[in-house]
């Protein structure tokens, strides 16, 4: 088997680039909807769950045209971003929003499980012991979630990087610019005689994949121990 | 220091309507359970909203629905006790006694951290971990994580429910040496007499939701129509000075200028103690009786006589020592002629005086 391609290379930079930046912007917000999921008693829970699954039960297509409608050169977000140079429509910073959209969910899912399952009694003995909501956070609910945090961004890492119909609607398929390994193998599998190039991409791929999943699996052990307190 | 607490909340068909006050010392929130006790801990805590609540320490409110005031409870400055002892189980024992101190106000710090793992006797454990720590031992760190946050007043939720009776023992006297050592105000959740007799300094009955009676656990503990479980579990609290201790391994105490005598009792000479002598273990008897082994004789006067069921009566007997309770029959109540005002002897043998009741006056 020859090596890569440079396109090949690109397309698998860029998405690893994409899946990291997605991974790390959407778990900020990924923490803190989730901890109002698990513990917020709030008029309108329901309805953000909803919104939160969205992309998980929509079809990626849809989900791309609604992101291309809203974040577009034409879109309202869009134009409001623009002046500010902030611009998604076919750039790879759009694969990126578009990545974290769809793989916001399972990362919320795992974070809200591991929140849920952290005893409420700690956070009020937290509480009474002088610690701030924040605090309690900080320095109880996260570190005991953290094996779940950990599951939920390995999760949302590895959907990032496999991502496809939200992006290709939404950004297009440019080398270079917005074509990551997925939409790439799809480009290479359109045009005859490309097998070998889709073989190896597949191969990178698959190998991503099972060390992300090798890695968490590790990571999640370790910590789960550290949390336990042996 | 002293807390007021006035609270009425609804749950469900529990009408919760207490009013109460602690002053200092250890003011045990008495009576069993479900009757409301560990709801008020909580309102005072923070960790509920009761529906009305006017809750202030040392005139610092911390709850006045009328006023739309309520404190969160990370800064009303209480630290709990819970029955389980809640410890962080990602942190060391060393991190969680510190973990209230990176958030105490900023102010002379009323504990030390060296005299209070020295009290509780956890120096050893000190870079375990929580996971392996014994009932005792988190108990024993649960206290001092509380008190290392330097709260105003310490909240205790029934620190022994989850515990084995020698571990029990063991948390009781930490409790005690907090008390006598260091000046915090304690409140205290119990369903126990023992704890009450060993640890209180006021007593506030709690039942069905409401305050019915408050005072020393002299006053609350002899007077039956205030104990929770009625007349089984009624005593009379007196109290005693040490006196000499004799050859044959008894202990002479005086209570009223009357000696009593209690079995193997180690204590300092001269100092006083609380002494609970259960209702059913009084005998009574109309002459000073001769040729019996019970050992305490003590005159005695009718005082009262209250009908507790078809067979049973309690007896309130006025004696030197103070008022002593007794458990009699309705037919030994016939055949001795009692009646108000009778003069007769209590008799209580030694052995019948609970050591574990024995509390410091």
């Known amino acids: 088997m020859d090596g890569l391609s440079p396109q090949e290379w690109q397309a698998v930079f860029l998405s690893l680039r994409v899946a990291a930046w997605a991974t790390l912007l959407s778990l900020p917000p990924g923490l803190w909807i989730a901890h109002l999921l698990a513990r917020g008693n709030f008029p309108g829970r329901s309805l953000l769950n909803g919104l939160v699954h969205l992309p998980l039960i929509l079809p990626p297509v849809v989900t791309g045209y609604l992101l291309l409608l809203a974040f577009g050169s034409q879109g309202p977000v869009g134009r409001l971003l623009e002046p500010f140079g902030i611009v998604f429509a076919f750039r790879w910073t759009g694969a990126v929003l578009a990545a974290a959209i769809m793989a916001f969910p399972l990362m919320v899912r795992a974070i809200r499980l591991s929140i849920e399952a952290v005893d409420p009694k700690l956070e009020q003995a937290s509480a009474t012991l002088g610690a701030r909501p924040i605090q309690v956070f900080a320095t109880v609910t996260l570190p005991l979630a953290l094996p779940g945090v950990l599951a939920g961004s390995i999760l949302a890492f590895a959907k990032a990087m496999g991502e496809f119909g939200a992006t290709i609607t939404f950004v297009a398929n440019i080398p270079g610019q917005t074509q990551t390994l997925p939409t790439a193998i799809h480009a290479i599998l359109q045009v005859p005689g490309g097998e070998m190039s889709a073989v190896r991409l597949v191969i990178i791929s698959v190998v991503i994949s099972i060390s992300a999943l090798i890695a968490s699996e590790i990571l999640a052990r370790r910590v789960a121990r550290k949390v336990a307190g042996e | 220091m002293s807390l007021r607490v006035d609270v009425r909340h609804r749950f469900g068909d529990f009408e919760l309507d207490a009013q109460f006050e602690a002053p200092p010392g250890v003011t045990v929130l008495f009576g069993r359970s479900g009757s409301g006790k560990s709801s008020l801990v909580s309102a005072v805590a923070g960790l509920t909203r009761p529906r009305h609540a006017r809750i202030s320490i040392d005139g610092r409110c ?215 002598i259960a209702a059913s273990d009084v005998l009574v008897s109309r002459d000073r009786p001769r040729g019996l082994s019970a050992l305490n004789i003590l005159p005695a006067t009718v005082e009262r006589i209250a009908e507790v069921d078809a067979a049973a009566t309690l007896v309130t007997l006025k004696t030197p020592a103070g008022p002593v309770l007794a458990r009699i029959t309705r037919r030994s109540i016939a055949a001795l002629e009692l009646a108000e005002g009778v003069e007769c002897q209590a008799v209580v043998k030694s052995l019948a005086i609970a050591l574990d009741e024995v509390g410091q006056g």
């Open chain 2, 62 to 276: 911390l709850n006045d629905t009328e006023k739309r005031v309520f404190v969160p409870p990370h800064r009303r400055q209480l630290a709990c006790v819970f029955q389980d002892a809640r410890l962080f189980p990602h942190l060391s024992v060393r991190a969680n006694l510190l973990y209230g101190r990176r958030f105490a106000a900023v102010r002379p710090q009323a504990v030390g951290f060296d005299p209070i793992v020295e009290l509780l006797g956890i120096g050893a454990l000190l870079d375990r971990a929580v996971a392996g720590l014994s009932g005792g031992e988190r108990q024993r760190v649960a206290i001092g994580r509380a008190l290392l946050s330097n709260p105003d007043m310490l909240l205790a939720d029934e620190p022994l429910a989850a515990l084995d009776a020698p571990r029990k023992a063991e948390i009781l006297t930490c409790f005690e040496g907090l008390r006598d050592a260091f000046s915090i105000p304690i409140l205290y959740v119990s369903h126990s007499v023992p704890e009450v007799v060993r640890l209180a300094t006021t007593v506030v009955v709690i039942e069905a939701g409401r305050a019915v009676g408050q005072g020393t656990p002299e006053q609350i503990l002899g007077d039956p129509a205030l104990m929770p479980a009625g007349a089984s579990q009624a005593g009379a609290v007196i109290c005693a000075r040490i006196g000499r201790r004799h050859e044959d391994g008894l202990t002479e105490l005086s209570a009223g200028g009357t000696p009593i005598y209690l079995p193997e009792f180690y204590g300092t000479e001269g100092g006083m103690v609380r002494l609970r």
